[in-house]
C-alpha cells in the first residue's frame, strides 16, 4: 500500500467504494487523513465500515471542513450530469481529485525521481501496460504495475529511488489527475468511445491530451488525426515528442514496415527488432502497442537489447489474443476479452485459417462489422443467445455451426482444424458478446475455453 501523506491532519470526503476506492480510503486512512466516506451502494458501505473506515451519508455534513472529494473514476464527474457529491464539492469550493492524482503527490512528494510511464488511449492500453511492465521485469527492475489494468494503483508498494511504475489510465481517471506527470507518458490512439461520459469526441480527446501534455517524454501514435494534431501541440508547448505508427514511415520516431520495427533519428531510419514469429505480437495493432514500449523504455533508460529480450518473451495478456496451446500446426487463442465486434476485430486481422467461437449476449450492431475478415474464417461455431443472429449475419459467406456450449464449440473445433490440410490455423475464441448469458465475466470465460483446451487429447499447453 502507499499511504497517502499528502491529507496528513486533514478532512477529506471520499465517494465511491468499490475495489479502488475502498483500497483508496484505507490508503488515506493509513497516511494520517480524516477520511469520511460513502457509496449510493449500502453493502459497500457496510464493506467499508467492517473495514474500519468512517462513513456517513455526503449530503449531510459540513463540505467547507474538506480539504478534498476523492472521486472513485466509476462516478460522472461532468456528463451525463455530475454526481450529486460533485455538485456538492463545487457549491464549497472543494477540489475533485482521484487515486492516480493521489499517486503522483505521493511519488513527487517522496521520490520523484523514480521512473514513471503513463499509458492511455482507446484501444491496446492494457497489451501496452502489460507488455512494458514484463520489458521492465525481465530486464531486472523493481516494477510496480497498476491503474486502470485492474491493480488499484495505491495498493501498489510505496515509491522509492529505483522503483519503476507502469499505470495504465482510463479518461476517467486522467480527468481526476490535473496535476499528472509521469517522466514518459504514452497516448496510443483515440476513437469515439465513453461520450456518455464525456459529452463530444473532441472533450475525450482533450481529457487524454492532459496525460502527454504533462509528461517528460510524450509518445504519441499518429495514425489518427485527433492523436496527430494532440502530438503538434504538446510538442510546440515545449514537450519531447516520440511519434509512433503502424502505417506510416516516420522522419522521426519508431514505426512498423510488416513486422519489422524501424527507428528513425535525424531523418535516418534502422531496424530496432522484428516481431515475426512471436505470437503474443501478432497484428498491426500489436505492432503499435510494441512500438509504444520501445519508445517508452528507450526514454526511462532500458537498452535496446534488453527491450528486444522483453518483447521476444512477452507472454501476453490474459484473454487478449492469447496464445494458450498448440496441437501440431494448431494454435488455440483466447480471446475472451473481445466483448463486441471492433474489439474481436483485431484477433481476425492476425492470423489466415481460422475456426472462429463465437457468440454469448450481443451487443447493438452484432458482427455486420466484421465481414471484411469472412474470408479468414474457415468455420464459425456459435454460442449462446446471439448464435441465431450471429447466424442470419454469416448467411452463406462462411460456414458455421450452433454449438450451443463453449465446450462443444470447442471439441468440434479442434476436430475439424485436425482435419484442415491446408497449413497453420487457429481455434479462436474471440466472441464479439458480453458473456453474462453463459459466464459471469469474460475472465470465467476465457478460463472455462483454456480448461476445454487442455482436455483434448494431445495438445501442448502454452500457459
Sequence with gaps: MIPV??????????????GSGLATAQALVSGGADVVAWDDNPDSVAKAAAAGISTADLRGVEWHAFAALV??????????????????????GVEIIGDVELFVRERRKHAPDCPFIAITGTNGKSTTTALIAHILRTSGRDTQLGGNIGTAVLTLDPPKAGRFYVVECSSY??????????????????TPDHLD???TMQHYADIKERLVAGSGTAVVGV?????????DRVER???????????????EGVYAEGSALMRAQDGASSLFTDLAGIQTLRGGHNAQNAAAAIAACLAVGISGKEIVNGLRS????????????????????????ATNAEAAAPALSSYDRIYWIAGGLPKEGGITSLAPFFPKIVKAYLIGEAAPSFAATLGEAVPYEISGTLEKAVAHAAADAARDMQGPAAVMLSPACASFDQYKNFEVRGDAFVGHVAALEGVSMLI
Design 5 to 18: 501523506t499528502s491529507f496528513k491532519g486533514r478532512k477529506v470526503a471520499l465517494f465511491g467504494l468499490g
Design 71 to 92: 472521486l472513485s473514476p466509476g462516478v460522472p464527474l461532468t456528463h451525463p450530469k455530475p454526481h450529486w457529491s460533485v455538485d456538492l464539492a463545487h457549491q464549497a
Design 173 to 190: 481517471q486522467i480527468d481526476l489527475a490535473p496535476t499528472l506527470d509521469p517522466t514518459a507518458g504514452i497516448l496510443l490512439n483515440l
Design 237 to 251: 508547448a515545449g514537450t519531447k515528442v516520440v511519434r509512433i505508427s503502424r502505417r506510416h514511415p516516420l522522419a
Design 223 to 231: 495514425d489518427d488525426s485527433l492523436s496527430s494534431l494532440i502530438a
Design 314 to 337: 512477452f507472454p501476453g495478456l490474459k484473454h487478449r489474443m492469447q496464445p494458450v496451446a498448440k496441437k501440431g500446426d494448431i494454435v488455440f487463442v483466447n480471446d475472451s476479452k
Design 197 to 199: 461520459r464525456h459529452g
